[in-house]
């Protein structure tokens, strides 16, 4: 089954996690893999759309299959209150079950996997500003590390002061038989998860004491991954039964050249279509500029967002209504006074609208200049 992704979550200009989503006709399907950063309402609109659409659709069983270091408290929140609308959510864990991920595992029933690797501790947070303000952060952060107690104490059935005991002398770390035994999942599977690069990193990052180990499991990992059997191989590659490996590698070689060609390709091809977008959407804003539909000043903020969605950008701006020129609209309201500037005096332009009196210096210089002799031979 493919998956579709929804949400990146980014940090440092790079990706570090993302979620997943797929549905079969009786269940859907979830994947978050990585860090769960910064959550947007972009992010929560594209969850809940896609979640909305499942139950429409009649599904109501959900699975997530999870391997993250944690991440953020109000996404982790946001992704298990959206979950929580369909009747049965499972949750499968991988490599990883660290820190804010764990809030997730303890809402819904979870499986790991026999060499998850798991960590939980108080939740933290970065605070600054004058004491008020330091003071109302604070008692966030007690709020939250209320809420991650009682969501353990539900989980695994012990008392609030238990769970702090656990984390009293900083991360506390299980292997998926503590997880199991301490009450944090449900099952362990049979099957060990793969460890990949990312995995270990996070190990690393989030200062496990296991972090070593699993770097011999990933590259022990990675070496099989790569010893295909020459029938699949032959498979891959369309060849006959009895091809040497010397036909093999020439056919990887190959398919290797081929597959360099289409990455080329495709690389210019979207390089030419960014480029055509980019042409696109300057072209609309400068209409709308020349349209008096927006200002000047405003050119950088539509024109990024023509980039990354023509069709809804032209729509909008096509909506707004040409600002007039005022100097060429107003009318002079002191009484007595003709509405038809071709009878106003250079009094009537100074006293009413010298705007309009610069323009007609520009556009009429021959007018301004007769205006200004009447004035100064008046005096």
């Known amino acids: ?3 579709a992704k929804l949400i ?6 790079r990706e570090v996690g993302r979620l997943e989503a797929a549905a079969s006709e009786s269940i859907a399907r979830f994947s978050l893999v990585g860090r769960i950063y910064e959550w947007t309402a972009g992010a929560e609109s594209q969850l809940r759309g896609a979640i ?8 109501k069983k959900a699975r997530l299959y999870l391997s993250s270091e944690g991440g953020s408290v109000f996404a982790t929140y946001e992704i298990a209150n959206l979950l929580d609308r369909f009747d049965d959510v499972k949750i499968e864990v991988g490599a990883l079950m660290l820190s804010a991920a764990t809030y997730l595992t303890s809402r819904f029933h979870t499986t790991v996997k026999k060499n998850t690797q798991g960590m939980i501790h108080m939740p933290t947070t970065t605070v600054s500003g004058n004491a008020k303000e330091l003071e ?35 991360d506390h770390w299980m292997d998926a038989a503590a997880l199991e035994k301490e009450g944090f999942v449900d099952a362990v599977a049979t099957a060990p998860a793969p460890f990949g690069e990312r995995d270990i990193k996070a190990l690393v990052a989030c200062g496990s004491p296991y ?9 022990m990992q990675t070496q099989n991954e790569g010893k295909m059997d020459r029938e699949k191989l032959i498979a891959l590659y369309g060849l006959e039964a009895d091809a040497s490996d010397e036909e093999i590698l020439q056919a990887a ?36 500029i020349k349209d008096k539909r927006i200002g000047a000043d405003r050119r950088g903020v539509y024109e990024k967002l023509a980039a990354a969605d023509y069709k809804s950008t032209k729509t909008a ?5 040409p600002v007039p020129q005022l100097t060429k609209a107003l009318k002079s309201s002191k009484a007595g006074l003709a509405t038809d500037r071709g009878a106003w005096s250079l009094d009537d332009y100074l006293d009413n609208d010298p705007e309009a009196y610069e323009e007609l210096k520009v556009e009429s210089p021959q007018q301004a200049k007769a205006l200004e002799d009447a004035y100064f031979n008046k005096k």
Do not use: C
């Open 1 to 3: 089954m493919q998956m």
């Open 211 to 219: 972090a070593s180990r699993f770097k011999s499991v990933a590259k």
């Open 136 to 170: 109302s952060d604070l008692k966030l952060l007690y709020n939250i590390t209320a809420n991650y107690l009682e969501a353990y104490a539900d989980k695994t059935g012990k008392t609030t002061e238990e769970i702090k005991n656990l984390w009293k002398d900083g």
């Open 52 to 59: 909305e659409k499942t139950l429409t659709d009649g599904i």
């Open 317 to 321: 701006l096509e909506a707004l209504t």
């Open 253 to 288: 070689r190959k398919a290797k050249v081929e597959a360099l060609k289409y990455k080329e390709a495709e690389t210019r091809r979207k390089a030419g279509e960014s480029a055509e977008q980019a042409k696109r959407a300057t072209e609309l804003v400068e209409t709308a």
């Open 8 to 13: 990146s979550f980014w940090e440092g200009g």
